[in-house]
Nanobody, 122 residues
Framework: QLQLVESGGKLVQAGDSLRLSCAAD????????VGWFRQVPGRKRRQIAG????????YYSTSVEGRFTIFRDNAKNMVSLQMDSLKPEDTAVYYC???????????????WGQGTQVTVSS
């Protein structure tokens, strides 16, 4: 079991950059895939990025590919999401999640953080 805590969400302007962090409390962190998801009111939570346990493979949704980068530091039990060229449509609550399975598959993820709000103004 992992406990996940996101941080870094805030109000930014379009074109800005922002880094979200996900700190994990638990053992064997490197055996978990970690994903980032986002959700806007009235819409389904969607996966936008994922990374395998060793950090060698990543997944991005088409909506963020080329602008967002996911990376991890297993020594610090941390996964980060670097978000560049932010757009108003990136406004959402961002969640990190962990699970054992395919990093690009939403069904993999069974443990969730509480979420952090990102708001991008135009």
């Amino acid at each position: 079991q992992l406990q996940l805590v996101e941080s870094g969400g805030k109000l930014v302007q379009a074109g800005d950059s922002l880094r979200l962090s996900c700190a994990a409390d638990g053992i064997a962190f490197s055996t978990y895939a970690v994903g980032w998801f986002r959700q806007v009111p009235g819409r389904k939570r969607r996966q936008i990025a994922g990374i395998n346990g060793s950090g060698t493979n990543t997944y991005y949704s088409t909506s963020v590919e080329g602008r967002f980068t996911i990376f991890r530091d297993n020594a610090k039990n941390m996964v980060s999401l670097q978000m560049d060229s932010l757009k108003p449509e990136d406004t959402a609550v961002y969640y990190c999640a962990a699970g054992r399975g395919q990093y690009g598959s939403p069904e993999t993820y069974t443990q969730w953080g509480q979420g952090t709000q990102v708001t991008v103004s135009s």
